[in-house]
């Protein structure tokens, strides 16, 4: 789809690509925080959290474009469309994705298109979702006696018609993560198998993250189908396979299910106070130190 521009305008708005972070919104970054304060209007996934939403002015104008697996969303060239014509008739135009907007976000897709309309643009890194993920289900990606790396893909992609070369993928000292991969668990499983990768593998399925509501399905390569289709697994979901999910009995710190007197679960207005304190505390001390 070719992008339309706006004859005779000038194309003075701004674009700032914002990664909104797995879903805590104490994850979220103080330069996002920022940026969300300014905006105009904001694009956002279907995955930020009401507690981060809670931050955008109450008279920006929100546009909900977020992608959902089985279910009606917007198509990216409409997404793209709508960045470029909010940025003619705007000053300040933020895409809030989850996560982080480069990995599986299609953030660069976007940014391509403003390029080609010649708009200004900025990008603000997130805390992906492999990481939030992981440090939230004691799970590390990488450890000396357990994995030596770690690569993430997308399991999103038509498997049965692009097979994916799984033999990349099959490393017993290497950690996966599948990004969006649950409807695919079938797949995933065979290839994994085929390509050699050990039928008893620990792997873990991490619902709703970083969240109250996460859930931890935990069990072996052999059983990814049945734990991909527990009926209390909610979205988003990541798939995490490999040795290090052995760990995660032991280092699992967050207890959403428990009365945690010692977390402070603010509201949208007190994050808004919560952050502003913070960066008014930054900008002091920063201060302080170029006088000096």
Known sequence: MEIVTLPGQRAGGKVWLVGAGPGDVELLTLKAYRILQSADVV?????????????????AEKIAVGKRAGKHSAAQDEINQLLVTKAFTKQNVVRLKGGDPFIFGRGGEELQSLVESGLEF?????????SGTSAYAGIPLTHRDYAQGVTFIT????????????????????????????????????????????????????????????????GTLGELERLASNPELEMPALMIIGE???????????????NQEDRVRNDGAQNKLLYSEFAQGLNQKLKAEIAQ
């Open 43 to 59: 694009l956002y996934d279907a995955l930020i959290s009401e507690d981060i939403m809670a931050l955008v002015p109450k008279d």
């Open 122 to 130: 900025e990008v603000v890194p997130g805390i992906t979702a492999a």
């Open 155 to 218: 399991g999103h992609c038509q498997l049965e018609s692009r097979p994916m070369d799984w033999n990349s993928y099959a490393n017993p000292n290497n950690t996966l993560v599948i990004y969006m991969g649950i409807l695919n668990a079938g797949l995933i499983k065979a290839g994994l198998l085929e390509a050699g990768r050990n039928i008893d593998t620990p792997v873990a399925i991490v619902s709703k993250a970083t969240t109250q509501d996460q859930r931890c399905f935990i």
């Open 244 to 258: 290090v999910v052995e760990l995660a009995d032991s280092l699992n710190w967050f207890k959403p299910d428990s």
